[in-house]
């Protein structure tokens, strides 16, 4: 979750589950080509001597989905809440979150 948590950039060794989310899904190799893509893929693991600055556990049960109402990140709301009012942002924001809601953006 580099990337979500505001990194430009990020790598995790991919595992056993990432590998059972991709399988099947749209644009994700097939047959004999998923075989080799895993191959290749399982070369990339986390390297035994990683050390780590802090390691942050969630427990995403305990969290509302949330949605985005704009442009980045930063812009979301939980599915319980509510898309503010774009009068109360500054321009870009306000641009976004008319965009979003008017659907031309799509």
């Known amino acids: 979750m580099s990337i979500e948590a505001g990194a430009?950039?990020?790598?995790?060794?991919p595992d056993d589950t990432t590998f059972g989310y991709l399988k099947g899904r749209?644009?994700?190799?097939?047959?004999?080509?998923w075989d080799?893509?895993?191959?290749?893929?399982s070369l990339l693991p986390t390297d035994d001597e990683a050390v780590f600055?802090?390691?942050?556990?969630?427990?995403?049960?305990r969290l509302a989905p949330h949605v985005t109402w704009g442009?980045?990140?930063g812009m979301v709301v939980?599915?319980?809440?509510?898309?503010p009012d774009p009068?109360?942002?500054?321009d870009a924001v306000n641009v976004a979150l008319r965009l979003?809601?008017?659907?031309?953006?799509?």
């Open 53 to 61: 600055d802090r390691l942050v556990e969630i427990d995403a049960s």
């Open 100 to 106: 979003v809601r008017s659907n031309t953006w799509i």
């Open 71 to 73: 442009t980045n990140p």
């Open 8 to 13: 430009r950039a990020g790598m995790v060794g």
């Open 36 to 41: 080799a893509a895993i191959d290749a893929w």
């Open 26 to 33: 749209q644009h994700a190799p097939i047959g004999t080509d």
């Open 78 to 83: 939980p599915v319980t809440g509510h898309v």
């Open 87 to 90: 009068d109360s942002f500054p």
